[in-house]
DNA sequence: CGTCTATATAAGTCCGTACTTATCAATGGA
DNA sequence: TCCATTGATAAGTACGGACTTATATAGACG
């Protein structure tokens, strides 16, 4: 299942936030989204074996409990789909900060190993 | 139908690919993803009202064609909604740059103007 | 006007996926 | 050891959406 695909589902996106709050049991996840969207703690669990298997949160045990948490590599990947659609909407010099922020160092240093005669 | 759920198909994900080069008429839009994807006139035509109903794309008439491009509108709120994530893989240093380079200023200028006893 | 090209719409099919209820597995504590 | 709690899995249903072929609309051009 593609990322997109993944962050398509309400519930998913919401659990999501709630993670990105910090590390979270599943039962405490499932208490949220009940009262949010009525459906059953199946349901949810399903949509968290999503998670896992497309990479965005990744589990723990600790007794009974699964404490599960953000996984943000795919969410990252999303981000860098994105970089090819901000120019529509940011600003050319404030692009700048932002390509620099964004590890364009990172990228520099890259070239400068690679290429040079 | 949701800005995700939206970008959850590779088909429509391509298009805006291909828009995000500038302006095109959606018979080149259909040619290049017929040789990609193999589908029907119709089924790229589908996916262009997705896009226009979902307002990812605009189309203006030019005679019997219809061009198209990018609306960045709901691609920036998909950017906004990782917002809340970047603080996983952003060093808090760039994270800063970024923000100021996002906007803040705005808001900040919101906040000023809105709040003050 | 007739016809060719460019694009959109109609109608129908099929498959994936988000649910449901029922049940299983594993830990903890009396 | 037995029961309660926490969470995952199984099996079945239903609905949305991504296709298909056929057809409609509308401008260009002889």
Redesign the interface.
Known sequence: M?A??V??D?VR?RI??LL?EGERPSGEVTESIQAEFGISQPAVSQHLKVLRDSGFAEVRAEGTRRLYR?D?AP??Q??A??E???V???PRL?????E????KRARAKADNEGGGP
């Open positions: 593609h997109f695909d962050l398509g309400p996106r999501l936030e990105a953000v943000p969410l990252q999303v981000d789909w994105l090819q659609f901000r529509f909407w940011t404030e692009a700048l900060a932002t620099v922020a964004r590890g």
